[in-house]
């Protein structure tokens, strides 16, 4: 997976931010519940979509690679939040004609995915202010 770079700005827009990769741009928001007029997923749904996405590709272009009949995932995701902490809950759905050695494997390369590796070894986050121009 390539090194991302990812740029968001929020405006006058109550909650409503445009992430920008410079190739794709798309809304983050918050509810109406919250203040936001739900024009996107908000923050924590695009982490757990993120993390989706990189399963069932990674799932996919492993089973490419081994010539094995993946024909469809499905990865549906959840998050508990608890007094010590959060608990991301990834159900993943294989559809195709894989013996048990295979779905076994299937398992063990979902939980190698980048943004796994990324969630769950806690990546630290460097931040620093720069001057407004």
Do not use: F
């Amino acid at each position: 997976m390539a090194e991302g770079k990812v740029t968001a700005h929020i405006g006058s827009t109550n909650y409503q931010v445009i992430l920008d990769d410079g190739r794709h741009a798309w809304i983050a928001d918050e509810p109406e519940s919250a203040g936001g007029r739900n024009r996107g997923p908000d923050p924590v749904d695009m982490v757990l979509a993120s993390l989706g996405a990189c399963t069932s590709i990674t799932l996919k272009m492993y089973a490419q690679r081994k010539g094995w009949p993946l024909h469809d995932v499905r990865v549906s995701l959840s998050i508990e939040k608890n007094d010590g902490g959060s608990t991301i809950d990834r159900r993943i759905v294989l559809e195709g004609d894989l013996s048990d050695e295979q779905r076994e494997r299937l398992l063990q390369i979902a939980n190698a995915c980048p943004v796994h590796n990324l969630l769950a070894n806690a990546t630290p986050v460097r931040t620093g202010l720069v001057a407004a121009v």
